[in-house]
């Protein structure tokens, strides 16, 4: 029983000096890999809206069952479902941005958000 409460203690001073929290996900950084480049030598399109779509995340001691790329795809998902395309119709300019709400170092929520144009081409 000894060595047990003898473990007990070692693990939880080790435990103590551990940090659950990585800061270096707190950076700022672009996630938008591919870019479409469209020249228009008409004028044949008008933009008709904006779609917007959010994801959350709580991590708690820095763990979570969902990853930041899962997470920026839902919220793409999740913008192309509000969008309700129709006919000639697509979305253009995508921006994913994310924020970082702290509550404590040992819990936050990370939100995807992701807006685009919605454009509609004349016939």
Do not use: W
């Not at 409460?5 to 939880?12: D, G, N, R």
């Not at 000096?17 to 044949?44: I, K, P």
């Not at 192309?80 to 395309?85: G, I, M, P, S, V």
């Not at 929520?109 to 685009?116: D, G, N, R, V």
């Amino acid at each position: 029983m000894k060595k047990f409460l003898t473990i007990c203690a070692f693990v939880a001073v080790a435990l103590s000096f551990t940090s659950c929290v990585g800061f270096s996900s707190l950076t700022a950084t672009n996630h938008n890999l591919t870019q479409t480049q469209v020249v228009l030598s008409e004028n044949n399109f008008q933009v008709v809206g904006q779609a917007h779509g959010d994801a959350t995340a709580t991590y708690i001691c820095g763990f979570c069952a969902v990853s930041k790329k899962t997470l920026r795809n839902n919220a793409i998902n999740e913008m192309t479902k509000n969008a309700n395309l129709v006919g000639a119709q697509t979305l253009t300019n995508v921006t994913v941005s994310s924020s970082i709400h702290m509550i404590t170092p040992l819990y936050m929520q990370i939100t995807y958000s992701a807006t685009a144009n919605i454009v509609e081409f004349n016939k």
